[in-house]
């Protein structure tokens, strides 16, 4: 990509980003996130206090880390699954619907300019709610002994399943000229990965093809601490394929009536 | 004598052909445009007028042929139509969340001006067409003209040389109609322009040359002074039914 196509791509992302923070309902969902999760926070922490005596006499106990900040940002990924798909149903299709996507196709950014740029918005905007997130185990740093590596490798699985999570969005997005059919098929599509294996861990099998195919996979050794190069290269796999796809489609549409 | 280094044509459709939905809607188009000409594309609905001009803005490749920008592929180098060819679709391509200086922004930086290049072009536009009372409006809180003329101002913030206009006057009220014609003969000199109409009473007010298509092909081009006022609407008229008859009778 040339460096002037690699600028309007920045400036496409920029506009998204503006775009995003002047509608309302961006900052309802923000901040309906963020309530529900800051709610989750203080529940934690009352649980973690009503404890700290009997945490503080066992040996090897759990500590804020484990007891709070994991599971916060574990129902942040969680929460996503539902989140993205409201956030990305516009990205293409809205602009279908408004007519609007012209604008762009004739702005000789290309394609996959087009894609990346949109899919950096999103991913942008998630990277805010997960650092406001992760703000709120972080407060407690001054009076409790945070695991900061530990929360550091959370923070960067889930910045990747965010960005994976993104990607599907913009490829629903971009089949669809309806918004809600493009959240409605952008939310099967993350269920689908979420669930994919359960059959097989029902059976107790961990390491096969289906188990690799799964979220959840990819996920739960980050939580436990352990930052693996195939996991996040599960997550860059899903999104590189799903960004592919929908540069593919936009090109598709050049040709639409 | 004829000249044996003719000049570039700021425009070259060189046997253009698409198909869209399996239908042939634009058909072996060579057409040319040289700088400082208005050209009008006449034809009645389904003529292939918008196709046309969306191959030439760049959002369709044609099947066959190329379009030359300055002698240059269009579709080899599409970074053209960034910085050359400013293009208002038949619906303008607005965001209606955002206010006209919101939007024009944007527009400019993505057509690659630079910080103070944006701030300059902004103005000028807002002055020319006459944007300035709404500039801080929203654009989805605006009428139909003023949204038109926020879609005209996007093509032409970075002063192309090719402007791409889609029936510009559609859905504009008389007065509003006027001046955008008054907009496009402002035009002319500096900027090649070609625009789609259904009017022919447009053509007369702002067009050097005219190009009639049915059913994709070109059928008639000339200069407008060739083929003035009621010999054009005979023109059209035999055009659009011989066509029709002939097509009926195969």
Known sequence: ?257 | MTDPHPPIPLLHLDHVSRQLAGREVVRELDLQLQRGEVLGLLGINGAGKSTTLRLIAGVLAPNRGKVLIDGADLYENPTLARTRIGYLPERAPLHAELTVVEYLRFCARLRGLGRTGVASALQRELERCDLGEVRNRLIGNLSKGFQQRVGIAQALLHEPALIVLDEPASGLDPVQSLRMRELIRSLRGAHGVILSTHQLSEVGSCCDRIAILHRGELRHSATYAAQEGAQLEQLFMRIATDADANGQAA
């Open chain 1, 1 to 257: 990509m040339s460096t002037g196509r690699l600028s309007a791509v920045a400036v496409l992302a920029g506009h998204e980003v503006r775009r995003l923070w002047v509608q309302p309902w961006s900052w309802g969902l923000l901040a309906g996130t963020l309530a529900l999760l800051s709610y989750f926070f203080l529940l934690s922490l009352d649980g973690f206090l009503a404890l700290s005596t009997k945490l503080a006499a066992a040996t090897d106990a759990p500590g804020v880390t484990d007891l709070i900040a994991v599971p916060l940002l574990r129902t942040l990924s969680n929460l996503q699954l539902l989140l993205v798909p409201l956030l990305t149903m516009r990205v293409i299709a809205g602009e279908r619907r408004q007519h609007s996507l012209t604008l762009l196709l004739s702005a000789g950014i290309g394609n996959s300019g087009i894609v990346v740029g949109k899919w950096l918005a999103c991913l942008g905007y998630l990277i805010v709610l997960l650092t406001l997130t992760a703000a709120m185990p972080l407060a407690l740093a001054g009076g409790a002994n945070l695991d900061f590596g530990k929360l550091a490798v959370v923070f960067v699985a889930i910045a990747f399943e965010s960005a994976a999570l993104c990607a599907i969005g913009v490829l629903a997005s971009s089949w669809t000229a309806q918004p809600v059919l493009a959240a409605a098929l952008a939310l099967a599509l993350n269920l689908l990965l979420t669930v994919l294996d359960a059959g097989a861990r029902l059976q107790g099998v961990s390491n096969s093809a289906i188990n690799y195919l799964a979220l959840p996979t990819h996920l739960e050794p980050a939580f436990r601490g352990v930052l693996a190069s195939v996991d996040l290269g599960y997550f860059a796999l899903v999104t590189m394929v799903c960004l592919t796809l929908a540069t593919q489609r936009v090109d598709a549409l050049r040709s639409a009536d």
